[in-house]
T-cell receptor, first 118, second 117 residues
């Protein structure tokens, strides 16, 4: 069975602070995908990143960066110089690779509510 | 076009009503999904359509009936709902399992906020 744990329920920071959102996962699959989604107050889930299990390269996109460590089953997300517009619920998710019987099933973490104060 | 659209944005219905939620995507995706999301919770998968066929039904009550008329459209027919069915209903789409187009990230629509009285 797959499981995703986001231990931080809520995080509150002041603008320009750096913030890291933690994600720990469990799976028996040898090939899998990890995702981060952002859900602002408007409600729409916005796809941020996909990471394949065989690619442990870290990624940076503007103020966002992701640290994937297979050895610790973690896929953490850092926002540098946070802004008020970053306020949202962030979900980490896990899925098996295409070809499996459960293709399409995303296992979500419980989400982390990030509030960035001006 | 990387957009998934959903109509209506808001819906209020009585327990005896019949209504439908609609979802459309023009990204050429061959997998489409319905999720239900309660406040302060992650989305819960309801149904998956893969190549226009229902591939996953997460033991959803029969008062929810999905339909995939073609590869771009997904409907969710609602009948005799209960107040506890009030939630945000999200549609998503992704590449199909056999498209050979890489990852299966799902792109979500803005959702329909449903209230059952």
């Amino acid at each position: 069975a797959q499981k995703v744990t986001q231990a931080q329920t809520e995080i509150s920071v002041v603008e320009k602070e750096d913030v890291t959102l933690d994600c720990v996962y469990e799976t028996r699959d040898t090939t899998y995908y990890l995702f981060w989604y952002k859900q602002p107050p408007s409600g729409e889930l916005v796809f941020l990143i996909r990471r394949n299990s065989f690619d442990e390269q870290n990624e940076i996109s503007g103020r966002y960066s992701w640290n994937f460590q297979k050895s610790t089953s973690s896929f953490n997300f850092t926002i540098t110089a946070s802004q008020v517009v970053d306020s949202a619920v962030y979900f980490c998710a896990l899925s098996e690779a295409p070809g499996g019987t459960s293709y399409g099933k995303l296992t979500f973490g419980q989400g982390t509510i990030l509030t960035v104060h001006p | 076009d990387t957009e998934v659209t959903q109509t209506p944005k808001h819906l209020v219905m009585g327990m005896t009503n019949k209504k439908s939620l609609k979802c459309e995507q023009h990204m050429g995706h061959r997998a489409m999904y319905w999720y239900k999301q309660k406040a302060k919770k992650p989305p819960e998968l309801m149904f998956v359509y893969s190549y226009e066929k229902l591939s996953i039904n997460e033991s959803v009550p029969s008062r929810f009936s999905p339909e995939c008329p073609n590869s771009s459209l997904l409907n969710l027919h609602l009948h005799a709902l209960q107040p506890e069915d009030s939630a945000l209903y999200l549609c998503a789409s992704s590449h199909g399992a056999w498209d050979g187009l890489g990852g299966n990230e799902q792109f979500f629509g803005p959702g329909t906020r449903l209230t059952v009285l």
